[in-house]
C-alpha cells in the first residue's frame, strides 16, 4: 500500500484541535467579559492567556470520581464517543488546497455521520449517571440532537445540488465565482442554527440549562471526564465554524496576498466569534419553543429550500 | 488488503450481533447493535457502496438506534427487567430459533456453491444511487413514503389524545 502523505496531518491536527479548543475557552470567556463590561480571565500570563494552561492543570489533578450507583462502562465510554466522533470530523475539513487528511465523494455524509454519533455520548454520559437531571438532560440532547439533525444535513443539500458533488474540495472549487452564502441564504442560516443546536451551546444548551437540571447529562462528570466533554463541545463549535466557512464563505479562497491557509484560519476566526457572540446576546429559549421552531418552522423552510434550489438547478440545466 | 478487512468486518459485525441477543440489559444491547452497525457499513464501504455506508451510519446508527435507546431512557427499566430477560433467555429457548437459522444458513451455503455470485463490481456514486432511486425504482420509493406518512399520522394520532387530556386537567 502507498504511503499517504496526508495521513501525517492525523496527529498534529488532533493535539491542534484540542489545544485550540482549551484557547477559545480563554478567548470565549476574555470575549463575554468585554461585552459584558467586565474583565474576565486577566490574571494569569499576558492578557490572561495562560488561564487555559492553569485550568487544564486543574482538571487533570481533581479527583476523578466514578458514581458506585451508575453503569461503570457507559460513563467512561461517553466523553471518549463525544470527542472522538468530533475528532474523525475534522479528518474531511480542507484546510486549504490539498491541505486536507481525505477527500471523499461522501465528505459531508461523512460529517453528518459522525456528528449524529456523537449523540450516543450525551445519551449514554445521562443514562449511566442514573441520576434523575443528567437523565433529563440526556433525553433532552438525544431529542433535540435528532430535531436538528434532519434538517441539518437538508440544508446542506442546496449546496450539493449548485456544486453537484458531496466532495468539500469540489465545493470550495467550486465557490470561485460566488461564494455559495448569496445563492444560499436559507440554507446557511438553518444550517447555522442546525450546527448551533448540535453543538449544543448557548443559546441552545437546554440539555445542561443549569438553572432547571443543574448541569444536565455531565452532572455527574468530573476531573478530566469533564474536561473531555467540555472539549467536544468547542470542538463541534470549531467543527461547525469550519464547515460554514468551507460550503456557504469559499473556504480557503481570498484574494492572493495571504496564503489559502491563513484566509481559512480568519474566516473560521470570524464564524466563533459570531457563535461567541450569539452566546452573550441571545437568551435561551424554552425547550418546547425549541422543538416547535425545529419541526414546524426551520424543517418545513429548508425542504422549501431544496425544492427551489432543484427547480432552479433544472430550468438551467434545459 | 481489502479481503482481510472484510473478515475483520465480518467477524466484529457477527460477534457483536451476538452479543445483542444475549445480553440482559437493553442498553448495552442497543451500544452492540450500533457496533454491528458500523461493521456492517464498513463491509459496504469495501463493496464499493461509499453512499449506502455513510447512510447506515446516519440513517441506523445515528438516528433509529438512537431512538431505542430514547426509549429505553424514558422507560428507565432497571433491574426487574434484568432478571425478567434471565427468564426470557433459558436454554430451551434456543431450539426453535437454531433450527430456522440452520435452514437458512443451509440454504446459504447450497445457493453460493452452487451458483457464479460474480464479484463486487464497480464502485457506486452517490449519483448512480440516487439515479437508481428516482428512475427505476420510483414506485417503491413512493410506496415506502406512504408507509412512513401511515406511521406518521398514527404517531400523531396517538400523541394528540395525551396532549387534549393534559389541556383538560391544565384548564
Redesign the interface.
Known amino acids: ?1 502507498e504511503l499517504n502523505w496526508s495521513y501525517l496531518l492525523i496527529v498534529p491536527l488532533a493535539v491542534g484541535a484540542l489545544v485550540l479548543a482549551l484557547f477559545i475557552v480563554w478567548w470565549e470567556r476574555r470575549l463575554l467579559g468585554w461585552w459584558q463590561d467586565r474583565l474576565g480571565p486577566n490574571r494569569v500570563g499576558p492578557f490572561g492567556v495562560l488561564q487555559a494552561l492553569a485550568d487544564m492543570v486543574k482538571l487533570l489533578t481533581k479527583d476523578d470520581w466514578l458514581p458506585p450507583f451508575g ?1 461503570r462502562v ?1 460513563f467512561i465510554m461517553a466523553p471518549a464517543i463525544v470527542v472522538g466522533s468530533m475528532l474523525m470530523a475534522f479528518v474531511i475539513v480542507p484546510f486549504g488546497p490539498g491541505l486536507h487528511v481525505t477527500d ?3 465528505a459531508i ?2 460529517f ?2 459522525m456528528s ?2 456523537a ?2 455520548g450525551v ?2 454520559g ?2 449511566s449517571s442514573n441520576n434523575k437531571y443528567a ?1 433529563l438532560g ?2 433532552r440532547a ?2 433535540q440532537m ?1 430535531t436538528y ?1 434532519v434538517f441539518m ?1 437538508l440544508s446542506l443539500m442546496g449546496v450539493v445540488i449548485h456544486a453537484g458533488s ?1 466532495s468539500l474540495v469540489d465545493i470550495v472549487e467550486s465557490q470561485r465565482g460566488m461564494w455559495y452564502v448569496l445563492p444560499q441564504c436559507v440554507g446557511f442560516f438553518i444550517f447555522l442554527i442546525a450546527g448551533l443546536a448540535e453543538s449544543h451551546r448557548l443559546p441552545f444548551d437546554l440539555p445542561e440549562a443549569e438553572h432547571e437540571l443543574t448541569a444536565g447529562f455531565h452532572t455527574e462528570y468530573s476531573g478530566m471526564k469533564f474536561g473531555l466533554i467540555m472539549a467536544g463541545e468547542y470542538l463541534a463549535m470549531m467543527l461547525t465554524s469550519a464547515l460554514v466557512v468551507t460550503l456557504f464563505f469559499g473556504g480557503w479562497l481570498g484574494p492572493s496576498f495571504l496564503p489559502p491557509v491563513v484566509w481559512f484560519a480568519l474566516k473560521t476566526a470570524l464564524v466563533i466569534n459570531f457563535f461567541i457572540l450569539l452566546r452573550a446576546a441571545i437568551p435561551r429559549p424554552r425547550y418546547d419553543q425549541l422543538m416547535s421552531l425545529g419541526w414546524k418552522v426551520l424543517l418545513p423552510l429548508s425542504l422549501v429550500n431544496l425544492l427551489v434550489t432543484g427547480a432552479i438547478a433544472l430550468a438551467a440545466a434545459d | 488488503m481489502e479481503l482481510t478487512l472484510f473478515y475483520i468486518a465480518a467477524a466484529v459485525a457477527i460477534a457483536a450481533a451476538a452479543l445483542v441477543v444475549t445480553r440482559l440489559n437493553a442498553a448495552h444491547a442497543l451500544v452492540w447493535l450500533v457496533v454491528a452497525l458500523l461493521a456492517i457499513a464498513v463491509i459496504f464501504f469495501l463493496l464499493g457502496a461509499p453512499f449506502a455506508a455513510a447512510l447506515e451510519i446516519v440513517i441506523y446508527a445515528g438516528a433509529i438506534v438512537v431512538l431505542f435507546l430514547f426509549v429505553v431512557m424514558m422507560l428507565n427499566l432497571g433491574r426487574r427487567s434484568i432478571t425478567r430477560e434471565r427468564l426470557w433467555l433459558e436454554p430451551g429457548m434456543w431450539i426453535g430459533p437454531a433450527i430456522l437459522t440452520a435452514i437458512l444458513f443451509g440454504e446459504m451455503i447450497f445457493l453460493i456453491a452452487s451458483s457464479d455470485t460474480g464479484d463486487a463490481g464497480s464502485p457506486i456514486g452517490p449519483k448512480a444511487v440516487g439515479e437508481a432511486l428516482f428512475g427505476q425504482y420510483l414506485l417503491a420509493v413512493e410506496l415506502a413514503a406512504m408507509l412512513l406518512l401511515a406511521a406518521l399520522v398514527g404517531a400523531y394520532h396517538l400523541g394528540r389524545r395525551y396532549l387534549r387530556d393534559r389541556r383538560e386537567e391544565a384548564s
Open positions: 500500500m453503569d457507559f471523499s465523494n461522501i455524509l461523512f453528518l455521520a449524529s454519533l449523540v450516543y445519551l449514554l445521562g443514562l437523565m440526556g433525553l438525544g431529542a435528532l439533525e444535513g458531496f
